[in-house]
């Protein structure tokens, strides 16, 4: 029993234990291990911010997708509607800025700056139509527009840098505006091809996704129209043969794309007559492949009855 005691007699509070129980000290002697290397909190790629109509550019340096881009945008806005930044956006600022810049540029004739590399500009915005029937919706749209020289790092099976494969892995509805300009179209057409494969093996089934094959910069032809469907199918057959096969299989669109007279003064390109028809065309391809409806849609038996009486 006296070795019971000893064995469990309680904790003698004496300058011994004291030294025992001192609390940890928060000195400098305590250096963490050279030898250990914590691992750090994962950050999350998930897109934020889902709930939109994503629309991703592809081309290469100087095919004109920025040229497009800003030119679609303001048709949208100064024809089609109001179109403005997403509140509650983390870029809405940025856009606001951006767009900006694009509506001052556009109408001096001033193209827009080259994307930067290895970075997605994405522009997150509201377009509400100026059309009244209750059918053309407001919708969001998400604009990404990426720099020429990350598209050319897909060939030959390479991989696009990770802030573009976030959004082509990314659960997100996807509508593609694939853009080569007149004057290299011959060039891309294996790189179209490679990137047509890598939307494949990303599980985008090119039958039913929404995708556009765009010849921007068809001024350089010395006209600014196709004088029919066929002038522009030979165009892309002959310089585009592998791609033209992609397109007519899977059923994918076509257009062609000018900004209007464009010239060269003292090393720059400025634009000398603005042409907006083709970005007409583009933007109502658009909102009709994402809703179904056209953005000029008439309405309605009664909603036509009740325009013509408001009218």
Known sequence: MDNFNEKFKPLSFDHEAEELLKPLSFDNEHQVQEDFVPIARTISNDIKNKESNFVFFFGTADSGKSVILSSMLYYLKSHAGVLRPKLGTPNSKEANVL??????NIRQGILPNRTSRDKVTRLDLVFEPNNKSKRVVPIDLTFLETSGENHNEIRRGGSYHSSIESFLNGNVPLTFIIVTSYDSAHREDSLINEFLDELERKGKNLKSVNAVLVISKWDKSGRMDVESAEELEGFISDRLPMTAQRINTYGLSKSYYTIGSVENSIGQERVNLLNLSTAEV???????????????????????LKFSFSN
């Open 99 to 104: 767009l900006s810049d694009f509506f001052e």
């Open 282 to 304: 583009l933007s109502k391809w658009l909102y009709r492949s994402i809703t179904g409806y056209d953005l000029d849609y008439e309405g309605t038996f009664w909603e036509r």
